[in-house]
């Protein structure tokens, strides 16, 4: 897997553009899993929450 991978993955789950995807992967990527902090974790519950859309139908 090569970083444009991981750029395009970021881009098609957070449903924005190439270049803010990468500049989300510069800023909170990390190497290594025990890099990662909990501000990486809140920011993507709250990007879920924001980019979540709640659907709902009656069915009789």
């Given at each position: 897997m090569a970083?444009?991978?991981?750029?395009?993955?970021i881009a098609q789950g957070l449903n924005t553009s190439y270049?803010?995807?990468e500049?989300?992967?510069?800023?909170?990527g990390h190497a290594f899993?025990?890099?990662?902090s909990d501000q990486i974790s809140s920011l993507?519950?709250?990007?879920i929450v924001m980019n979540s859309t709640?659907?709902?139908?009656?069915?009789?």
């Amino acid at each position: 897997m090569a970083g444009r991978d991981i750029t395009d993955d970021i881009a098609q789950g957070l449903n924005t553009s190439y270049e803010t995807a990468e500049k989300v992967k510069h800023q909170y990527g990390h190497a290594f899993y025990d890099s990662a902090s909990d501000q990486i974790s809140s920011l993507l519950n709250r990007l879920i929450v924001m980019n979540s859309t709640v659907y709902s139908k009656r069915f009789e």
